[in-house]
T-cell receptor, first 115, second 114 residues
Framework: DQQVKQNSPSLSVQEGRISILNCDYTNSMFDYFLWYKKYPAEGPTFLISISSIKDKNEDGRFTVFLNKSAKHLSLHIVPSQPGDSAVYFCAATPPGGTSYGKLTFGQGTILTVHP | DTEVTQTPKHLVMGMTNKKSLKCEQHMGHRAMYWYKQKAKKPPELMFVYSYEKLSINESVPSRFSPECPNSSLLNLHLHALQPEDSALYLC?????????????FGDGTRLSIL
């Protein structure tokens, strides 16, 4: 049962344009969502997160939007740069109790930004 | 540069060998994690340590044995592994093992079982 889904395996955009990566989840207990970027031969790097009490969080070129009713979140990268080319993972975690720290990842989306 | 350091970066071992993976962080984090990642798949949680105590074991086979000697160190002891255990093993840490705390990952140990 895949609780976090990234339905687009890949995305290709031109440098300077907006990249929009999407993520859907099925577990309504998730209350904290994160995006990670992963380059080959490196571990995932934390990018940005959002709590379920918010619908938007912004950090520089990165903005995450959360639509709780649709169980959907998205990551916007503006403007996109060639160095942003990587695999992007969406992840989610429930509020706590016995599941403290239990991070569930989506399958990942390969972003390619063309110069 | 990652603030979570994993050694070795690569490990090849036979099915009868005993080896250990090591992870270290000096960010003062009190929660540490082991994940397994197969090719073209997302990381999957194996273990969570909170304040040096094991808090989550995701039904991992006993041939994987975690150990947290202190708040900065996390080990994963390996014994009698199977070829399907070949994967990238990632360590992560966070301030505490609760929600609203991002986990920070090391670069992993690439493990190959012959």
């Amino acid at each position: 049962d895949q609780q976090v889904k990234q339905n687009s395996p890949s995305l290709s955009v031109q440098e300077g344009r907006i990249s929009i990566l999407n993520c859907d989840y099925t577990n309504s207990m998730f209350d904290y969502f994160l995006w990670y970027k992963k380059y080959p031969a490196e571990g995932p790097t934390f990018l940005i997160s959002i709590s379920s009490i918010k619908d938007k969080n912004e950090d520089g070129r990165f903005t995450v939007f959360l639509n709780k009713s649709a169980k959907h979140l998205s990551l916007h990268i503006v403007p996109s740069q060639p160095g942003d080319s990587a695999v992007y993972f969406c992840a989610a975690t429930p509020p706590g109790g016995t599941s403290y720290g239990k991070l569930t990842f989506g399958q990942g989306t390969i972003l390619t930004v063309h110069p | 540069d990652t603030e979570v350091t994993q050694t070795p970066k690569h490990l090849v071992m036979g099915m009868t060998n005993k080896k250990s993976l090591k992870c270290e962080q000096h960010m003062g984090h009190r929660a540490m994690y082991w994940y397994k990642q197969k090719a073209k798949k997302p990381p999957e949680l194996m273990f969570v340590y909170s304040y040096e105590k094991l808090s989550i074991n995701e039904s991992v086979p006993s041939r994987f044995s975690p150990e947290c000697p202190n708040s900065s160190l996390l080990n994963l002891h390996l014994h009698a592994l199977q070829p399907e255990d070949s994967a990238l093993y990632l360590c992560a840490s966070s301030q505490w093992a609760n929600s609203n705390q991002p986990q920070h990952f090391g670069d992993g140990t690439r493990l190959s079982i012959l």
